[in-house]
T-cell receptor, first 113, second 115 residues
């Protein structure tokens, strides 16, 4: 158990819809990263938030957006869902942006029909 | 840009046999390196990491890995496989400096342990 929680566990949406995924960080962790893990692949970095500001982004389009709140919990929002967005979405937290070890949550499985 | 290659998407071993999972990295600067394990329908659990210092790193559940700069490798081993080791294993790299550092993962190796 890492202390990182994600909700919901599973989600089914249809193409074109919007979705919000949530992550509660481990106590004292002010940095959160989001990853997309497609079936049979390794996780791909989406973006990172440090103290409520985005400070790193991978090769994902702007319809992937996020928020980090004062308590360091975080949201990942995806607009205009596409079939290829079906994946396991993982959040990972750490004590600071410079810390090298990330602690992963259990993930949210998103299915887009 | 850094990349991570895991040789062998599927590895099968007999219970009690040696486990060897291969990982090579490509980076202009030697990165920090990690091995994570993922059980079905779960998130990633850190097995071990290499940052600096001793190149042979011991992790949880009897796993260890050795950083070899000359070979740009970080292979994961365990002397004797157990049925509970069956899972997917990911090698990952992290730039050693900077604030916006993200993990770059390999594509994973599915380990099957045969009775």
């Amino acid at each position: 158990e890492t202390g990182v929680t994600q909700s919901p566990t599973h989600l089914i949406k249809t193409r074109g819809q919007q979705v919000t995924l949530r992550c509660s960080s481990q106590s004292g962790h002010n940095t959160v990263s989001w990853y997309q893990q497609a079936l049979g692949q390794g996780p791909q970095f989406i973006f990172q938030y440090y103290r409520e500001e985005e400070n790193g982004r991978g090769n994902f389009p702007p319809r992937f957006s996020g928020l980090q709140f004062p308590n360091y919990s975080s949201e990942l929002n995806v607009n205009a869902l596409e079939l290829d967005d079906s994946a396991l979405y993982l959040c990972a937290t750490r004590t600071t942006s410079w810390e090298d070890t990330q602690y992963f949550g259990p993930g949210t499985r998103l299915t887009v029909l | 840009a850094q990349s991570v290659t895991q040789l062998g998407s599927h590895v099968s071993v007999s219970e009690g046999a040696l486990v060897l999972l291969r990982c090579n990295y490509s980076s202009s600067v030697p990165p920090y390196l990690f091995w994570y394990v993922q059980y079905p329908n779960q998130g990633l659990q850190l097995l071990l990491k290499y940052t600096t210092g001793a190149t042979l790193v011991k992790g949880i559940n009897g796993f260890e890995a050795e950083f070899k700069k000359s070979e740009t490798s970080f292979h994961l081993t365990k002397p004797s496989a157990h049925m509970s080791d069956a899972a997917e294993y990911f090698c990952a790299a992290l730039k050693p400096s900077g604030s916006a550092r993200q993990l770059t993962f390999g594509s994973g190796t599915q380990l099957t342990v045969l009775p």
